[in-house]
């Protein structure tokens, strides 16, 4: 059985940063590229970032990019998610998932149960 657990949310103030992690267990972790996504509250789940099996390639989106860093630890079958700088419009509630497929894709086959994450004076 595949499980994906998220941890590391919480409430932070405007600047602040967190740390998510996402422990994977049930599946071979360096076989799957994994993602980060969030879902804002009355809002569709949207892409945050991506990476490869090894590690060597990750992707953002631009609202994020240059304050947020995705990892991953093959050996602890776990990624990462470094969120520095944070402003109001990240509050949501972050996923991360795992795809057999390359990181560009779009088809997840596994997801978390996701973390919420608040940024609030």
């Known amino acids: 059985q595949v499980q994906l657990v998220e941890s590391g949310g919480g409430l932070v103030q405007p600047g602040g940063s967190l740390k998510l992690s996402c422990a994977a267990s049930?599946?071979?972790?360096?076989?799957?590229?994994m993602g980060w996504f969030r879902q804002a509250p009355g809002k569709e789940r949207d892409f945050v970032s991506a990476?490869?099996?090894?590690?060597?390639?990750?992707y953002y989106t631009r609202s994020v990019k240059g304050r947020f860093t995705i990892s991953r630890d093959n050996a602890k079958n776990t990624v990462y998610l470094q969120m520095n700088f944070l402003k109001p419009e990240d509050t949501a509630v972050y996923y991360c998932?795992?795809?057999?497929?390359?990181?560009?894709?779009?088809?997840?086959?596994?997801w978390g149960q996701g973390t919420q994450v608040t940024v609030s004076s």
């Open positions: 990476i490869n099996r090894s590690g060597g390639s990750t």
């Open positions: 998932a795992a795809t057999r497929g390359d990181v560009g894709s779009d088809d997840y086959d596994y």
């Open positions: 049930g599946l071979t972790f360096s076989r799957f590229s």
